[in-house]
């Protein structure tokens, strides 16, 4: 009778200790999926800016319309992806950065109120982006890091967690992936 009681209790205490390790593999699981939601917020919000911006430049560069559409068409490739796509984001950086070079030959555009608020908004939103993607590459780390160490590495598997990647984007997209720089 007492081997028996011995042997129900370690097995509830094994299960208490499954659990507790779902349960927190889980969460930073679900840290990733909210990392990833905030960079797709920062993004669709760099995307609403895109448009207005265009039209700001667009009242003093009326003859410039090949920038204006490859702005645009980058925008709406970068938004079509449904997620987070580092070559068609990295595409917008780059046609972004023609705008500005662009706007950088019209004074009267640089000092206009409209061009300025737009400008330091989309700063801004490139300032939130960078943090939500340290912040996503953190919860990776972490979740990795969980889903890797004993004990969990023992049961992570079986219970459906598989690893998360870090996002990367390829060597010929590191060099226009970054923000454009304007200087006034």
Do not use: W
């Amino acid at each position: 009778m007492t081997t028996g009681l011995i042997i129900i209790a370690v097995i509830v205490v094994l299960m208490l200790f499954v659990v507790s390790i779902y349960n927190r593999l889980v969460g930073m699981r679900q840290t990733v999926n909210q990392g990833l939601a905030d960079i797709d917020a920062q993004l669709r919000q760099r995307h609403d800016l895109i448009p207005n911006l265009v039209s700001t430049v667009k009242g003093y560069a009326t003859h410039e319309k090949e920038t204006f559409d490859a702005v645009i068409e980058a925008r709406n490739r970068a938004e079509a992806g449904g997620g987070v796509d580092a070559g068609a984001e990295a595409g917008l950086g780059a046609a972004l950065g023609k705008l500005f070079a662009l706007a950088e030959a019209y004074p009267d555009l640089k000092a206009s109120g409209n061009f300025q608020a737009l400008q330091g908004e989309l700063a801004d939103v490139e300032d939130k982006l960078a943090a939500a993607r340290r912040a996503l590459n953190a919860a990776v780390a972490r979740y990795n890091a969980g889903r890797e160490t004993f004990p969990a590495v023992m049961f992570a598997s079986a219970l459906g967690f598989q690893p998360a990647e870090m996002p990367r984007i390829g060597e010929s997209e590191k060099q226009i992936a970054q923000a454009p720089k304007v200087e006034f």
